[in-house]
């Protein structure tokens, strides 16, 4: 029973269960950035190319013959990729940036003075009384 404890704790720890959770969301995010690269900004990126359609750029190193399918070097697909690709560095950059910039408002905010301790407050007013 000890290695399933022990395997518990580990995947009930906050971290864990934090990262867990932003990889699925990230996974998502990647769905929808690929959509919107394939769906919505290649076509006019095609257009203004003279019609081009990305993903079906590829450099043909052997034609398909009866025993083998074509040998093609797919580089229209790598180019939707990268761009999907900088778009999601750029986002993740877009998140990391706000979070730094919060966590330096958080240190530039100057902790408000402690409160003076008991003895200092008697102190002073001790302090007070001798002067007068």
């Given at each position: 029973?000890g290695m399933?404890?022990?395997?518990?704790?580990?995947a009930?720890?906050?971290?864990?269960?934090?990262?867990?959770?932003g990889?699925?969301?990230?996974g998502?995010?990647?769905?929808?950035v690929?959509s919107?690269?394939?769906?919505v900004?290649?076509p006019?990126i095609?257009?203004a190319?003279?019609?081009?359609?990305?993903s079906?750029?590829?450099?043909?190193?052997?034609?398909?013959?009866?025993?083998?399918a074509a040998?093609?070097v797919?580089?229209?697909?790598?180019?939707?990729?990268?761009?999907d690709f900088l778009?999601?560095?750029?986002?993740?950059f877009?998140v990391?940036?706000?979070?730094?910039?919060?966590?330096?408002?958080?240190?530039?905010?100057p902790?408000?003075?402690?409160?003076?301790?008991k003895e200092?407050?008697?102190?002073?007013?001790?302090?007070?009384?001798l002067?007068r």
């Amino acid at each position: 029973m000890g290695m399933v404890s022990e395997f518990k704790d580990f995947a009930m720890r906050g971290n864990v269960v934090d990262m867990a959770v932003g990889i699925v969301i990230g996974g998502a995010f990647g769905k929808i950035v690929s959509s919107f690269t394939n769906d919505v900004l290649m076509p006019p990126i095609g257009m203004a190319t003279g019609g081009v359609d990305f993903s079906q750029l590829a450099l043909t190193l052997q034609e398909k013959t009866a025993e083998a399918a074509a040998v093609t070097v797919n580089y229209g697909l790598f180019i939707n990729t990268v761009i999907d690709f900088l778009i999601i560095a750029f986002a993740i950059f877009l998140v990391v940036k706000a979070m730094n910039s919060a966590k330096q408002q958080e240190e530039e905010t100057p902790a408000a003075p402690p409160e003076p301790s008991k003895e200092e407050v008697l102190l002073a007013e001790i302090r007070d009384a001798l002067r007068r």
